[in-house]
């Protein structure tokens, strides 16, 4: 399988040797360069063995990785949550507001509540009073003691319904006090419940974005080493491929040579005859004698009627 190659890269030297050595000799040729050059790509066609290039193995996609640091996730976990933070706390807050709101109003009523009992009694009392005045003035006992009694129970009376009034008056207003003075306790109790409730949540977030992140990651370089392996695997069986082509090629035309070698020797015996044919017979006869480019590219039959046509 190496011999024709061999013999390919032999001519091929000692052709290119001759050609710089005719250009650089003082010889009086009647041929032109380019009848050399042509002479030259005449005969080198049959020492080129152009080696199987096959397409080239494909390239595939790579997954690109997931680069978001914790950082960056624990950011987007925060601001996918602001709403729902802010929410909840204007939310705790509206109640809180809500509450002393309701308080205040509830401390409003008891006041006129308590007003409007005052005033019930002051009228009711006033009509007794009234009533007995009245009696005792038609009896004849206005101003005995019996009519003096009756107005001062009356009037005791009076009092201390106005006086049991204004004490429940004052217990109630106190206990709504203390409810709204327990609003900021209880305001910030349930933020900072919140709050833990929150973070938990975020947390629970931020591990599973993290989670998900490294997994994707994983899988993605699993994927991308099996696809450089499956590319190195394909780009070797390229060359395996292309290997075997030349080596069958080689061997083809190792094969072919003998069975045209009779064709390409004459061929070649024509095309050295005019290249002769343009030189003087002695330029022509020197080249035959010296030059073993000739004796390379012909067999033994067709040199020889070149020498008995142009050297003797």
Known sequence: MHYASCISNKMASAFQIHLRNLNNSGSNQNSSKSDRRDLETFLMRQNQIERPVLPQSSSFERWSLNEQTDDQLRQRVNDEWAGYFNHNIVAIENNINNLYNQFRNDQTLAQRSADERRAAVEHEYGIARENVANDSLRRGLA??????????????????????????????????????????????SAVDNFNIAFAARITKELNRLKGERDAFNRDAIRFNNQMSQQERDNQMQNIMNESRLHGERLSHMQQEADLNMQTNFRENYLKIRQYLAGMSRRDARDALANDPLFRMHLNSYFFYRLYAEFAR
């Open 143 to 188: 101003r005995s003691s019996i009519a003096v009694n009756q107005q001062a129970a009356l009037s005791n009376a009076a009092a201390e319904q106005r006086t049991g009034i204004s004490n429940e008056l004052i217990e109630r207003l106190a206990g709504l006090d203390a409810e709204i003075h327990s609003l900021e306790g209880m305001r910030q």
